[in-house]
């Protein structure tokens, strides 16, 4: 089993910046890929960015490309999200997920493990 925990998230103006993590733990061995999801009120979780734990391959959604930047730090098995240039349509739960086998995906259903989920409220 692989723990997540994520944290960082908050209320911030538009135009502003934030930046997730989410700490991995137990058998993270397990784990080769990991991704960020949101979910708004109403809708369907949806992917925003994904990290392999060895190359540090990536993947982004494409809406937020360019200000989004999904990062690893394999000693502290721990993942970053660095959100800039929010914008109100950003506001939901942050999820973490991590991939138990090779490859990096952006649909759900690749993901093994989730995390809790972190909210992010993004104000006009």
């Excluded at 991704?35 to 109403?42: D, K, L, M, N, S």
């Excluded at 993947?59 to 959100?83: C, E, H």
Aim: aromatic content about 14%; proline content about 2%.
């Amino acid at each position: 089993q692989v723990q997540l925990v994520e944290s960082g998230g908050g209320l911030m103006q538009a135009g502003g910046s934030l930046r997730l993590s989410c700490a991995a733990s137990g058998r993270t061995f397990s784990s080769h890929a990991m991704g960020w999801f949101r979910q708004a009120p109403g809708k369907e979780r949806e992917f925003v960015a994904a990290i392999t734990w060895s190359f540090g391959s990536t993947i982004y959604a494409d809406s937020v490309k360019g200000r989004f930047t999904i990062s690893r730090d394999n000693a502290k098995n721990t993942v970053y999200l660095q959100m800039n240039s929010l914008k109100p349509e950003d506001t939901a739960v942050y999820y973490c997920a991590a991939r138990a086998y090779s490859g990096v995906y952006a649909s759900p259903y690749e993901y093994n493990y989730w995390g809790q989920g972190t909210q992010v409220t993004v104000s006009s």
